[in-house]
């Protein structure tokens, strides 16, 4: 590969994967019927373990880049059980093959070192140099319940998003598999048909390989599908009424004659979904007004539904700002759609959100 950020996107699709591959270990051994979101709860772990071998990757390779991801160390430093738990994970995971310890180049040497790396995510973001953010478990209570969650990283230059990397270990592998109702719940990848990366270099599309545990799978180019019957379309939203305001989307949906019901899934998994066309439309509406989006909850799935052919804009038909800080204070709610359709999209969220304001 000798493109413009060929070695960031190897890097970010190896860490993510060697990431995806501890979470799976922490639900299989410890999260089944586990609903708590207390200290020591599998989320934590895998949460707290996802970013520092993230992290270590990318301090391996790209050392002066600045980092801005969700989790701080501050919890593990006052608490030695739990941060001796993630260290476990953490160890055995980046050290159980040649390629693990190749990509990490070291740089998780024992737990000091790993507390050292996850209080790395503490970048303010901003406009300006190299910025990567992380989500290292997206999609919390999908997690939790064996639904969809999503192990993010984006890198951000000068404000713009230049690589995305999701990875899904629930969504299927066939990228022709349609969204389904029960996507949002008991999909884990037991059977091996589960698991996949989806990846983005701006200019340069976007694509989908299995999820593996070594080297790379080779991956295909994905492209949202045109719509051509709007009644016909789906639509994802979260599956918390509390992340997106579930009854304006079904007014949204009435307006365009869309008769299917929407398909509610955690995590960014609704973009990798919509880009590879499983889905059409994404709507994030929100659901109050001083609520600002997190960018290492949308960073990666923009690029990647901007480069399958897709637009992704806020509900004023702003393009997202991920310049401004650790969050969107530049942009409200998320509208996710084939560039074609967008337009249309865009008017009958704005008729709806107009008639809910007046």
Same mark, same amino acid.
């Given at each position: 590969?000798?493109?413009?950020?060929?070695?960031?996107?190897?890097?970010?699709?190896?860490?993510?994967?060697?990431?995806?591959?501890?979470?799976?270990?922490?639900?299989?051994?410890?999260?089944?019927?586990?609903?708590?979101?207390?200290?020591?709860?599998?989320?934590?772990?895998?949460?707290?373990?996802?970013? /520092? =071998?993230?992290? @270590? &990757?990318?301090? !391996?390779?790209?050392? %002066?880049?600045?980092?801005? #991801?969700?989790?701080?160390? +501050?919890?593990?430093?006052?608490?030695?059980?739990?941060?001796?738990?993630?260290?476990?994970?953490?160890?055995?995971? /980046? =050290?159980?093959? @040649? &390629?693990?310890? !190749?990509?990490?180049? %070291?740089?998780?040497?024992? #737990?000091?070192?790993?507390? +050292?790396?996850?209080?790395?995510?503490?970048?303010?973001?901003?406009?300006?140099?190299?910025?990567?953010?992380?989500?290292?478990?997206?999609?919390?209570?999908?997690?939790?319940?064996?639904?969809?969650?999503?192990?993010?990283?984006?890198?951000?230059? +000068?404000?713009?998003?230049?690589?995305?990397?999701?990875?899904?270990?629930?969504?299927?592998?066939?990228?022709?598999?349609?969204?389904?109702?029960?996507?949002?719940?008991?999909?884990?990848?037991?059977?091996?048909?589960?698991?996949?990366?989806?990846?983005?270099?701006?200019?340069?599309?976007?694509?989908?390989?299995?999820?593996?545990?070594?080297?790379?799978?080779?991956?295909?180019?994905?492209?949202?599908?045109?719509?051509?019957?709007?009644?016909?379309?789906?639509?994802?939203?979260?599956?918390?009424?509390?992340?997106?305001?579930?009854?304006?989307?079904?007014?949204?949906?009435?307006?365009?004659?869309?008769?299917?019901?929407?398909?509610?899934?955690?995590?960014?998994?609704?973009?990798?979904?919509?880009?590879?066309?499983?889905?059409?439309?994404?709507?994030?509406?929100?659901?109050?007004?001083?609520?600002?989006?997190?960018?290492?909850?949308?960073?990666?799935?923009?690029?990647?539904?901007?480069?399958?052919?897709?637009?992704?804009?806020?509900?004023?038909?702003?393009?997202?700002?991920?310049?401004?800080?650790?969050?969107?204070?530049?942009?409200?709610?998320?509208?996710?759609?084939?560039?074609?359709?967008?337009?249309?999209?865009?008017?009958?969220?704005?008729?709806?959100?107009?008639?809910?304001?007046?």
């Amino acid at each position: 590969m000798s493109s413009s950020f060929a070695k960031e996107l190897e890097v970010a699709q190896l860490a993510v994967q060697r990431a995806t591959i501890l979470t799976k270990r922490v639900f299989h051994n410890s999260a089944k019927g586990t609903v708590s979101k207390d200290d020591a709860s599998p989320v934590t772990v895998g949460d707290f373990g996802a970013q /520092a =071998l993230i992290i @270590a &990757a990318l301090q !391996a390779n790209f050392p %002066g880049d600045k980092i801005v #991801a969700e989790e701080e160390s +501050d919890t593990l430093r006052s608490n030695a059980a739990l941060r001796d738990q993630i260290w476990d994970l953490v160890r055995t995971t /980046a =050290l159980d093959d @040649a &390629a693990a310890e !190749a990509l990490l180049g %070291g740089a998780v040497k024992d #737990a000091d070192a790993m507390l +050292d790396l996850i209080g790395l995510g503490n970048s303010k973001g901003g406009a300006s140099g190299r910025i990567w953010a992380i989500d290292p478990i997206d999609g919390t209570k999908g997690f939790l319940r064996g639904g969809q969650y999503a192990v993010c990283l984006a890198l951000m230059v +000068d404000g713009d998003v230049k690589v995305g990397v999701l990875g899904c270990p629930n969504l299927p592998v066939d990228d022709a598999a349609p969204l389904t109702a029960d996507i949002g719940t008991d999909q884990t990848d037991e059977g091996g048909s589960r698991g996949v990366i989806f990846s983005a270099v701006l200019g340069q599309g976007a694509s989908s390989r299995p999820l593996g545990t070594g080297a790379l799978a080779e991956g295909k180019p994905i492209a949202m599908k045109p719509i051509t019957e709007m009644a016909a379309a789906s639509f994802c939203e979260s599956v918390e009424a509390g992340h997106s305001n579930q009854g304006e989307s079904a007014q949204i949906a009435q307006k365009l004659g869309i008769t299917r019901p929407s398909v509610r899934m955690d995590s960014q998994a609704k973009y990798g979904s919509i880009a590879r066309g499983a889905g059409d439309i994404y709507l994030r509406l929100p659901t109050s007004k001083t609520y600002q989006e997190k960018i290492w909850d949308h960073a990666a799935g923009d690029l990647i539904v901007r480069e399958a052919g897709g637009q992704v804009t806020d509900t004023t038909g702003s393009r997202l700002d991920f310049s401004v800080g650790r969050t969107l204070a530049a942009n409200r709610g998320v509208i996710a759609a084939p560039a074609a359709v967008h337009g249309q999209v865009l008017k009958a969220v704005q008729e709806v959100l107009g008639q809910a304001a007046s």
